[in-house]
């Protein structure tokens, strides 16, 4: 996960600052990091971000039970689940099990989906649109128009598609989300790219002489990340949002017991009027992670536009 | 008495967290019915921010207005805002800087023509479509009732500024404010627009108070100018007696900033040195100090006052030590070549 | 004009045809092959190899894409796994369904989602405007699921206000000429079978208008910005026009064309958002086929749902961009 701090640290280095610094880098991004501590939306998003995270990495610690130990089934009577009690934070499910540790567990899952499905598909879409951004010519022409035929589906029924085809498993959860996100980056980079060929100061390094892939690399690539990273946060909330769907319709991993959020709110169905908090914990666990990144996302972004700076 | 009378002007920007600017700091001056006025100053010098104030259209927050505006009888800085609506583009019509923006892109030149004669003349839109045909031609763009149907987009930007024109001339204002209306255009269509505006003006008998930053519009155009400087009034005078002895410092220097093929010292073209940016502010003294090559100790410590200019009447300079050029100067023919 | 709708027309045919070869790649790669894929898994060998030979698998590539392509063109995506009777005969049957709530739903989403982008817009840096803005950030992270859970939980079991589920009352003898209840409702005379469809499609409709109605509300505010900050409205001021007249021609008659365009772009999610929403509330649209069908492994209906919801949205938004043309002269001409 990119923290602030990180993002200013992608400024391009080294001697090739005479040549201009393409936009105003570092008086840019440590302003847009003022402005970010300011903005309570980031807080709040940046708060939430890092319990989502802390709570899946140290998950094994939080959570008093294991997430698949039914042994409270006994405790369970139909249409009567024992509610919140001091060994059970947040009661007991259908099938026995202590519904603390599987929300807290469930974090771990995902994260995984999210990071896994938005680093494969942030990284081939990237080299997508690097390629079409790089080249331009009947190159770009071929994979933009590939593009649009990707975004021709609507994302959820892209995903569904993919996952369907797969079977069930988490890997093919991962692999759906992630080609759904790939025309997205490939198309971001690509016109961003376009942007900044343009751009005065790539003019001059071209009439330094500065070779092309010297010019992409060094100084277009650095300045594209930007709206990368913005969108990338955007993204692993959707694929969070995403991954819970595709659960609900029955495309997750293949051991229908292990602790997943949008399997345990799918479940809880069942019990809507004898026990709606069994849907409620899990929803808000989905909403809170996912607002986290959509939080800091969008104030990002915010941060970083030029024409919002006043 | 004259038309529009503006006392003491004050246009102050607050924002939360951050020192107040002042744009425009007490700035007195008067038009007469059928006058034309021009307002000179560099970019910053508050003489747009002056014009945006008496059509109050500067924004409702942030910004503090003092002082008054008298147009005719009425006092605008007292009308209500639903008041005001009825004497803008009534009593006092505007065009902008740039054709290119100001028109709507998605309405025709038309639309956008005969909505304001429907608004003030109380006309139905046939009669209005009518008047506009007639505005349309009276600005000089050909086959007007085609142009009419048209979006702005297909129209040229000297076009443009001259639908804008007839957009602010359609209900025969009494006063005309023009805020750089050349400035956006090329210069073989600039003498045109500043033709156009001149023969409308002298035609209606209406006002006109043109805002610019070239002396050159000013001198064929204007009767009387008045010179800002960091918000303030620097120099008034009539255009003539202006040209001819140019008394503030800062005047001084613009006019020997103009290129004349007929210069002495050839290739070298007189620039004022520093930038806007580096200004004091008036209550310590007079603001072009850091840029004045006239300074003396006394113009620092308070803003320096006004003083009529002895033999020159109507003339008027915030300065202790004017400027006496050595040679009078040739200024109308100069201007009319930059016109 | 006609030109331009026209080009428009002519786009369209790269794009079909690349959903086409997208969508024959997908079949062909189905776990077990197409022919195992489009007869379920307890298929026999012999009916197997009969599917085999019709679909000419053992025929070059390029042969089988252009038969696929033939039954594409007649909608012909052989029969549903769960009914055993054609998927597109199981699809125009539940169709209406679907539409109703998605138009239901757009509804919602436009009628609310610019007065409130537009209040934001005006209201720029109050707290109105933060409420406003923090809501739709909500919106558009809220899995539809979740609210259509939360939202039947609340108004049709807790409240008991609206009914949980279905599309109309199971014991009301209605009519159903159009298939669209509400419409029916209307055509036979029975404004009470009406009212008894519109309750059951309020909360579907409110579950599934979520994220478009966020998202307009988002695009709104944004246009009305920048909109506000062009000359031309500083113009129509200094012109004296009425405020209504300013906001109504000026403001929002330019800031509404890219929200159109957002509007076309939010169909994608309400098609798609209809299976997940649709299943929340049995409400018996394409959507809920589909749902099931995932589950059942019904590749064939998946096939045809995905074909059929992948053309529909790629002809809505070219409407929406002929519509746009229409509002926006400068598109019309270059």
């Known amino acids: ?120 598909g942030a990284t081939v879409g990237v080299g997508i649109g690097l390629l079409a951004g790089a080249f331009g010519g009947w190159v770009d022409t071929v994979v933009m128009r590939l593009v649009d035929i990707m975004l021709s589906v609507p994302g959820l029924l892209f995903a569904i598609a993919i996952a369907a085809m797969l079977g069930q ?33 790539v003019l001059a390094a071209r009439s330094l002489g500065i070779s092309r892939a010297g010019i992409v690399f060094r100084h277009v690539l650095p300045n594209s990340f930007t709206p990368v990273i913005v969108q990338g946060t955007l993204t692993l909330a959707l694929a969070i949002v995403e991954a819970a769907g595709l659960a609900f319709l029955g495309l997750s991993g293949s051991d229908p017991s292990a602790p997943e959020w949008g399997r345990m709110l799918t479940d809880a169905q069942v019990a809507l009027t004898s026990a709606p908090q069994l849907a409620l914990y899990p929803g808000l666990a989905i909403v809170l992670a996912a607002l986290g990144f959509t939080l ?9 536009d030029p024409k919002l700076r006043r | 008495m004259s038309f529009l009378r503006v006392r003491d002007l004050t246009v102050t920007f607050t924002r939360p967290g951050q020192a107040p600017v002042r744009a425009v700091d007490g700035v007195t001056f008067d038009v007469g019915s059928g006058q034309s006025v021009g307002i000179v100053g560099e970019s910053g010098s508050g003489k747009s921010v002056t014009s945006l104030a008496v059509m109050r259209l ?63 003349d109380g006309r139905s839109v046939a009669e209005a479509r009518r008047d506009a045909q007639a505005l349309l031609e009276r600005v000089g763009i050909p086959d007007p009732a085609r142009r009419l149907r048209e979006y702005p987009h297909q129209l040229s930007g000297g076009m443009r500024q001259r639908v804008m024109i007839a957009i602010a001339v359609a209900c025969r204002p009494r006063l005309l404010i023009a805020d750089e209306p050349t400035t956006a255009l090329d210069v073989t269509i600039q003498a045109q627009i500043l ?9 209606s008998g209406s006002a006109l108070v043109m805002i610019t930053h070239d002396l050159g519009v000013v001198a064929g155009l204007c009767e009387r100018v008045h010179v800002m400087y960091s918000g303030r009034i620097v120099e008034s005078a009539p255009a003539t007696g202006l040209f001819a002895r140019p008394a503030h410092p800062y005047t001084d220097g613009l006019l020997r900033s103009i ?23 008036w209550e310590h003294g007079c603001a072009f100090q850091p840029r004045c090559d006239h300074a003396v100790e006394s113009c620092l410590g308070g803003p320096p006052p006004v003083h009529d200019l002895t033999g020159a009447p109507g003339h008027r300079v915030r300065c202790p030590r004017p400027v006496h050029p050595a040679t009078p100067a040739t200024g109308t023919g100069r201007s009319e070549g930059s016109a | 004009m006609l030109r331009f709708v026209f080009r428009r027309l002519l786009q369209l045919i790269p794009i079909l045809l690349g959903l086409s070869i997208l969508l024959f790649a997908w079949v062909r790669a189905l776990p077990g092959g197409p022919a195992q894929a489009l007869l379920g ?38 029969a549903s796994l769960q009914t055993g009777q054609p998927v597109i005969e199981e699809m125009a049957r539940r169709f209406p369904a679907t539409i109703e709530l998605a138009i239901a739903a757009l509804l919602i989403a436009v009628t609310v989602g610019i007065p409130l982008g537009y209040l934001a817009a005006r209201r720029y840096g109050t707290w109105l405007d933060s409420v406003l803005v923090s809501a739709s950030l909500l919106g558009v992270t809220v899995p539809i699921f979740f609210l259509a859970y939360l939202l039947k939980l609340v108004f049709a079991v807790q409240l008991g206000w ?54 307009i509300v988002r695009m709104t505010r944004a246009s009305v910005l920048t909109v506000l900050h062009e000359d031309h409205v500083r113009t129509a001021e200094a012109k004296g026009l009425l405020a209504g007249t300013i906001v109504r021609h000026h403001v929002l008659r330019n800031a509404m064309l890219p929200v159109t365009t957002v509007i076309g772009l939010q169909m994608g999610v309400l098609l798609a958002g209809a299976v997940l929403t649709e299943t929340v509330f049995a409400f018996s649209g394409v959507g809920k086929f589909m749902a099931d069908g995932i589950v059942q492994r019904d590749f064939p209906t998946i096939q045809g749902f995905i074909l059929v919801i992948a053309v529909s949205y790629v002809l809505v938004n070219m409407i929406v961009d002929i519509v746009y043309g229409l509002l926006d002269p400068r598109v019309r001409v270059s």
């Open chain 1, 1 to 120: 996960m990119s923290t602030p701090e990180q993002v200013a640290a992608t400024r391009p280095t080294g001697g090739d600052e005479a040549i201009g610094s393409p936009r105003p880098t570092r008086g840019l991004r440590s302003d847009a990091l003022r402005r970010l501590r300011r903005n309570p939306m980031a807080v709040v998003g940046f708060t939430l971000i890092l319990i989502f995270v802390g709570v899946a990495v140290f998950a094994p610690w939080i959570a008093p039970y294991s997430p698949k130990d039914n042994s409270w089934l006994s405790e369970v009577r139909p249409g009567a689940y024992p509610g919140p009690s001091a060994e059970h934070w947040l009661g007991i499910d259908p099938l026995g099990r202590d519904v603390f540790s599987r929300l807290v567990y469930g974090a771990r899952q995902s994260l995984l989906i999210g990071v896994v499905s938005l680093a494969v």
């Open chain 1, 169 to 201: 498993s988490l890997t093919s959860v991962m692999i759906a989300i992630a080609v759904v996100n790939i025309p997205i980056f490939a198309r971001l980079l690509r016109g961003e790219m376009l942007g900044q060929r343009a751009a005065d100061y």
């Open chain 1, 296 to 304: 800091l996302g969008e104030s990002l972004r915010e941060a970083l």
């Open chain 2, 58 to 120: 500067l924004p409702a927050r942030n910004v503090q207005v003092t002082g008054s505006i008298e147009l005719g009888d009425q006092d605008l800085l007292a009308l209500s805002a639903r008041q005001m609506r009825d004497v803008r583009g009534r009593d006092v019509a505007m065009i902008f800087q740039d054709p290119m923006t100001s028109l709507n892109p998605v309405l025709t030149v038309g639309r956008q023509l005969v909505e304001v004669i429907v608004r003030h």
């Open chain 2, 195 to 203: 033709d156009l505006l001149r023969d409308l003006v002298e035609e």
């Open chain 2, 259 to 281: 290129p004349r093929i007929d210069d002495e010292e050839r290739g070298m073209l007189h620039t004022i040195r520093g930038s806007v940016r580096d200004v004091v502010a």
């Open chain 3, 41 to 78: 898994e307890r298929a026999t060998p012999e009916a197997v190899e009969q599917i085999e030979a019709q679909l000419g698998l053992d025929r070059p590539l390029w042969e089988q894409y252009v038969q696929f392509l033939g039954r594409a063109v007649r909608l012909d995506f052989g």
């Open chain 3, 162 to 215: 609206l009914p949980t589920a279905g599309r109309s009352d199971p014991r009301a003898r209605a009519e159903h000429p159009t298939g669209f209840y509400v419409l029916d409702g209307i055509v036979t005379g029975d404004p009470a079978a009406s009212w008894d469809a519109l309750t059951h499609l309020i909360l579907p409709a409110v579950a599934l208008a979520s994220i478009p109605l966020a998202v």
